[in-house]
C-alpha cells in the first residue's frame, strides 16, 4: 500500500518573508511599468494592474492599480492554460485583449508569463494596462464590440524566447499612434519579466516547495480572517435597487441595478441576478467584472487591510452572475465604457449592507470617472493626438462617523489617479481655466458627502470631444437621514453659446473651435443622518472654506450665521426647534 504523502505546514517567519517577498515583487512591477510605459493613462493615471499568480492561475499578489481587474486577470490566466494545455513552456510570454475574457474593453491588453523553476510551471507573471487607442472609430456610440477596435485572441507573444513579429506587426499596423502602443507593449514586457525574475529568486533562495507552502498558508489565513469577519455579520437576506441614467442609445431609459445578499454564518452569497440584460450601448463588461464587483465589495466589508490580495480572501463568497447581463454581456455586445456600470453595482452591495452594518458602509459615492475624450491634429507639430481628460475625482460618501472624502476618483478603480494639469498643456492643445471642488455637491447630513470636482477647459485648436458620464439622474444617495449628493454633469461653451441642459450628462460627439470651453462637473456623496444634527460649528468650518453657501446653512442644515461669520446660537437653535417640528 502506497504511504500517503506528509502535507508540509509552512514555517510562520518564512510566511512572513514569501509575504513581504510576494508583496514586494508586484510592487516592482508596478514600478517598472509606471517608469517606461509611453501614455500617461499608464504611468500617471495608473490604469493598470499586475500580479503574482499560482501555476492554476490563483491570484498570490496584485499590484494596484484597478480593484476591478482582480478577477479578470485570474480568469485571463486560467482561459490562457485551457487553450494552450500543456503547450506552455519556458521563454513563452501570451496575450490577448479579448473582453469577454478579462471583463473590460478592448485596450487592455494583458500579457502573462508561465514561470518555470526547475522545469516545473510554478507560477504565473501577468500585466493588465490600458492602451489609449486600439483602433475603432473615435467617439461616437458604438453598439457591437467589432467597431470599437482591434481584437487579439489568445496567442504567444513570444514562444521559447522568439518574439511573433508577425503578431507586433498587425497590431501595429491596427493603432493611430503605433510608436506609443508598441511602448506601452515593452513597458509591459518590462514589467512581466521582472515578475518573472523577482520570484524566481525567492524560489531559489528559499525552495520550491517551502515558499509554495508558505503561499498556500497566506491564503488561508487570508480566508480565515475573511470568514471570521463575514461570520460577525447578521445572517439574513439583504436587498437595494438603483439604476443609470440610460445606455447612451436609449436617452433617458433608465437602467436598473438591483443586488441581493445572502448572509449565513461565515458564508456570503452575492446575487446580482436582478442586473440589468446586456444594452444595445457600449457600456457592458464582460462576466470577469460581474464576480469582480462582487469581490471588491466583499473585500471591503471583511477583509479591506489583508495584504497581499489573494485567492484566499474570497473562498467565502459565492457570486451568481447570469450569462448577459451589463456585468456579464456575452459577444458581440459593445464593451468600450465597460468600467461605469460595476461601480454602482459595488455601491448598491454597500446600500444593501447598511442594513446589516451601518458603520462599516458608506452612502452613495459619484460612481463615475468624469472623463471626457479629445482628438485632433495638434497646431505645435501638425501630429494625431488622443487623450482622455481626467480621471476626475468626486466625492464619497460620509459614513456613521466622518465626513466623505472630496476629489477621489470611484472606488473600484483604487489607486488610478488624474492626469496633472501641466503635463495635459504641455502635451495636448487644452488650457485649465479652472480646476476646484464644486460647491454645495455633498449630500447634507450629520456627517456631510465628500465635494466633486469642477474643471473648465478651453480647447487651444479644433478637436472632437466625447464625454460619456453617468449617474446624473441617479444622485448619489444618502443614509439615515442624509441627503442625496449632485449628480455630474457636462457643459459645453461653444462660440460664446452655453450648452448646460445635456438630458444625460452624455456628449457623444461634438467638434470644438479654437477658444470653446467644457466643464466636467463630477458629483458629491451621500450624506449620512439629518443635516439638522450636524455640529453647526462644523457647518460654520464649511462655510468658511466654500464648501457650502450661506444659503445652504440656513435652510439646510438650520444654521444661523452673522455677517462677521459667527454662529447665532439663540437664532440657530430656534430653527432647529421649528424644523423637527415639521
Sequence with gaps: MKAKSKIIRADAVLTEIVRNGVLAVTEEMKINLMRTAYNMIIYEALDFTVGLYTAKGDTVSIGLGLPSFIRGMSNTIKEKIKHFGKNIGPGDILVTNDAYITGSHLHHFTFSIPIFFEGKLSGWSCCMAHWPDVGGVLGGV???????????????????????????????????????????????????????????????????????????????????????????????????????????????????????????????????????????????????????????????????????????????LETIVPEGTVVSAVKPAAMRWWMTYPMTVIDSIFKAMYAAMPDKVIAGHHADLGLAMVNGISPKDGRFFLSSVGPSGGGW????????????????????????????????????????????????????????????????????????????HCQPWGLEGGLSGMGNKVNLNQSGEIFDQFPNAKVLLKRLNKGDTFTLLTGGGGGFGPPVERDPERVKNDLRQGYICKESAKKIYKVAVLKAGSIDIKATNELRKNAKKK
Design 142 to 316: 458604438t453598439t457591437d464590440i467589432y467597431s470599437e477596435g482591434i481584437q487579439v485572441p489568445i496567442l504567444k507573444y513570444q514562444t521559447a524566447g522568439v518574439v511573433n513579429q508577425d503578431l507586433v506587426d498587425i497590431i501595429r499596423n491596427n493603432v493611430r499612434i503605433p510608436d506609443r502602443a508598441m511602448g506601452d507593449l515593452r513597458a509591459q514586457i518590462i514589467a512581466v519579466t521582472t515578475g518573472e525574475r523577482r520570484f524566481l529568486e525567492l524560489l531559489h533562495r528559499y525552495g520550491q516547495l517551502p515558499v509554495l507552502n508558505a503561499i498556500d498558508r497566506i491564503m488561508d489565513i487570508s480566508e480565515a480572517k475573511a470568514r471570521a469577519q463575514t461570520k460577525a455579520i447578521p445572517d439574513g437576506v439583504y436587498e437595494a435597487e438603483s439604476f443609470m441614467d440610460d445606455d447612451g442609445v436609449e436617452i433617458g431609459k433608465r437602467i436598473p441595478i438591483k443586488v441581493k445578499i445572502i448572509k449565513k454564518g461565515d458564508r456570503m452569497t452575492i446575487d446580482l441576478t436582478g442586473v440589468s440584460p446586456q444594452v444595445r450601448g457600449f457600456y457592458n463588461s464582460g462576466p470577469s467584472t460581474g464576480i469582480s464587483c462582487a469581490q471588491v465589495a466583499y473585500k471591503c466589508l471583511t477583509s479591506a487591510t489583508d495584504y497581499p490580495i489573494n485567492e484566499g480572501s474570497f473562498r467565502a
Design 397 to 472: 460618501g460620509a459614513k456613521f462617523n466622518e465626513d466623505g472624502m472630496s476629489a477621489t476618483v470611484c472606488m473600484n478603480d483604487g489607486d488610478t489617479h488624474n492626469n496633472p494639469i501641466e503635463q495635459m498643456e504641455a502635451k495636448f492643445p487644452l488650457m485649465y481655466l479652472k480646476h476646484g471642488l464644486r460647491q454645495n455637491s455633498g449630500g447634507p447630513g450629520r456627517f456631510r458627502g465628500g465635494l466633486g470636482t469642477e474643471q473648465i477647459i478651453m480647447a487651444r485648436s479644433s478637436m472632437n470631444f466625447n464625454a460619456q458620464v453617468d449617474r446624473m
